[in-house]
């Protein structure tokens, strides 16, 4: 229905044609589209996590065995809000817990990876099925990521000495009223959407010449979408994208429209969200530079199999 | 009264410190308004989520930004507990 209006409005009345209109066209579309979904979904996904917060996941995380524990840290990291600029309370909040360092990596790997801007958009782009491999896979590199970093005994490289907290921690819920929790997942919504608007119409306009204007075979001539480096350089290309996931997504659905490898694409988005320069600076605070780059080091190749794997699997 | 705003100098923990600012301002009266940007601090309140707000050593909100109007109503209730 908003398919047919658009196509209406460019080309009955403002009489566009052929590359011009193409463009203008899916320029309009996205941008509505992707704006009106993200708002409802961002929404939905902000009043379902007024019920949990960060205290509540280190509660219901203390004293569980290992390998629980990391399924578990990867599955809180869907339902509760991450800012990187809490990372270092949060680690050494849960370090102090007693939890593992493993298990505390899998809830890092994990939360930020699986943000509501970047599902949001995978689903409003891509439809559930790639929104849900997304996670699938997504949660898979933070267990195993998460598992694999516990083995390694490196609780040695954590710089700041942690006193632990022995007794129990108190898990309470959140409580409020529901009119309260739609104020603040409002105010939330209203929050992001300020803050990454501006990305999305940039990330729509350049995918929109590309659109209409640069040919069906150049990404695969070029880009090369059957290449062996592909998946790693854009692993690579992902890790300073952090803070603009919203522009780049729409970029990609189009480059995956011409011929981008959905493997290839997979990767990139997954190390836009998990692997951020600016965490890495944040935790360089309080961890050595060699735990950064293990961590790094194991999320990068976890990302890029998954990123072979897809090229293979859908070849 | 005591309040205390715990956070490592994210920008939301700054933008929070201005609000209770102009909270206290409204409500009159004398206050201490203390800033705790040392982590290890930080941790002996138990917050993990920054930031948070303490009123007379007692936590009252973490992870968000508060109004101005929401911290009046934490330290009137406050007031009105002590």
């Not at chain 2, 705790?36 to 707000?53: A, C, F, W």
Request: glycine share 10%.
């Amino acid at each position: 229905m908003w398919k047919s209006f658009v196509d209406h409005l460019t080309v009955d009345w403002l009489g566009l044609t052929g590359r011009v209109n193409e463009t203008v066209n899916f320029f309009i579309y996205d941008t509505v589209k992707i704006l009106f979904l993200l708002v409802v979904i961002i929404f939905v996904v902000s009043y379902l996590r007024t019920h949990f917060n960060t205290e509540y996941v280190r509660a219901h995380l203390q004293g569980k065995s290992e390998l629980y524990g990391n399924v578990l840290a990867a599955l809180f990291g869907i339902i509760t809000p991450f800012c990187s600029c809490s990372a270092i309370p949060l680690f050494l909040g849960f370090l102090q817990a007693r939890i593992p360092l493993g298990v505390t990596f899998s809830y890092l790997i994990s939360a930020p990876m699986n943000n509501e801007i970047a599902i949001a958009m995978l689903f409003t782009l891509f439809g559930w099925k790639v929104t849900a491999i997304y996670i699938g896979f997504g949660l898979f590199v933070a267990i195993v990521g998460g598992f694999v970093i516990g083995r390694f005994n490196l609780e040695k490289y954590v710089l700041i000495p942690v006193k632990p907290i022995d007794e129990k921690l108190e898990a309470g819920e959140v409580k409020m009223s529901a009119k309260a929790r739609a104020k603040e997942a409002w105010e939330y919504t209203a929050d992001i959407v300020k803050k990454i608007w501006l990305y999305v119409l940039v990330g729509v306009g350049v995918g929109a010449f590309i659109h209409g204007y640069v040919p069906e075979d150049f990404i695969v001539k070029y880009a090369g979408g059957d290449n062996w480096y592909g998946v790693p350089l854009a692993v690579i290309l992902g890790i300073p994208m952090y803070s603009n996931a919203a522009g780049v997504m729409p970029l990609v659905e189009v480059l995956t429209d011409k011929g981008m490898l959905m493997g290839t694409a997979l990767s990139f988005m997954m190390a836009i969200t998990a692997l951020s320069l600016p965490e890495a600076m944040i935790l360089k605070k309080i961890l050595h530079t060699k735990l950064i780059a293990i961590f790094f080091g194991i999320v990068g190749v976890g990302i890029i199999c998954i990123g072979y794997l897809f090229n293979y699997i859908l070849k | 009264m005591k309040i205390e705003i715990l956070g490592t100098g994210c920008a939301k923990c700054v933008a929070l410190e201005k609000v209770v600012e102009q909270a206290v301002a409204k409500v009159g009266g004398f206050h201490e308004v203390v800033k705790v940007d040392d982590i290890m601090e930080i941790m002996k309140y138990n917050v993990v989520s920054t930031p948070g707000l303490v009123i007379d050593g007692k936590v009252v909100s973490i992870g968000k930004v508060l109004s101005i109007d929401e911290v009046v109503k934490l330290i009137e209730e406050a007031k009105h507990n002590a």
